[in-house]
């Protein structure tokens, strides 16, 4: 079955960098993702990676895969107060698009 | 520009009394789905729907009935809403299943008292 895990808090000062978690189950996942959502908004893309690559970076963010270990990680560099959101971790999952996990709530404290 | 749009955004509402969450979206997309958001659960998939007339259950479609008439418009029906439907809700839209963004509304947060 489809399961998608995370933890769900994660405190960091300003300035430091965060990563955050995931695994995940369904090893035919074409493509992983990571949403953020913040306070009393929708959930936005933030970036995804195709599953024959270990590793993409966007700026502050870098992706690594595992697909050996379905893990999946999300680093930001540099953390600012404005990164405070929470991030879901999503993969495809044919017909139903995307499954997604739990969501990680960000704190970043000045 | 692109957007999904939900009403209402905000509804309080009583045991039994029937009530319409619609979706729009402007963007031509085939795939919309309804999601439900709890604390502590994230987000669960009540219902889907690939393209017009063609909808399917998600996790949690107990309660729910959905209808895909239109390609842009996909509304959520509570026909007996309950306390345990408290939620927040969000429709999404993407321009097929097989991947890609999945574009959100800004929500629905729903009492049901």
């Known amino acids: 079955g489809e399961d998608v895990e995370q933890s769900l808090f994660l405190s960091v000062r300003e300035g430091d960098s965060s990563v955050i978690n995931c695994t995940y189950t369904?090893?035919?996942?074409?493509?992983l993702y990571w949403y953020k959502q913040e306070p009393g908004a929708g959930l936005q893309l933030l970036t995804y990676i195709f599953s024959n690559m270990d590793m993409k970076q966007d700026q502050r963010l870098t992706v690594l895969l595992n697909k050996k270990d379905k893990h999946l990680s999300l680093r930001i560099a540099d953390t600012q107060t404005g990164d405070s959101a929470i991030y879901f971790c999503?993969?495809?999952?044919?017909?139903?698009?995307?499954?997604f996990g739990s969501g990680t709530r960000l704190q970043v404290q000045p | 520009e692109a957007q999904v749009t939900q009403n209402p955004r905000y509804l309080i509402t009583v045991t039994g009394k029937k009530l319409t969450v619609t979706c729009s979206q402007n963007?031509?997309?085939?795939?919309m789905s309804w999601y439900r958001q709890d604390p502590g659960l994230g987000l669960r998939q009540i219902y889907y729907?690939?393209?017009?007339?063609?909808?399917d259950k998600g996790d949690v479609p107990e309660g729910y009935k959905v209808s895909r008439k239109e390609k842009r418009n996909f509304p959520l029906i509570l026909e007996s809403p309950s306390p345990n439907q408290t939620s927040l809700y969000f429709c999404a839209s993407s321009l097929n299943h097989r991947g890609g963004e999945l574009f959100f509304g800004e929500g629905s947060r729903l009492t049901v008292l």
């Open positions: 999503a993969e495809s999952t044919g017909r139903r698009a995307l499954t």
């Open positions: 729907s690939m393209n017009v007339e063609v909808t």
């Open positions: 963007m031509n997309h085939e795939y």
């Open positions: 369904d090893s035919s996942s074409t493509y």
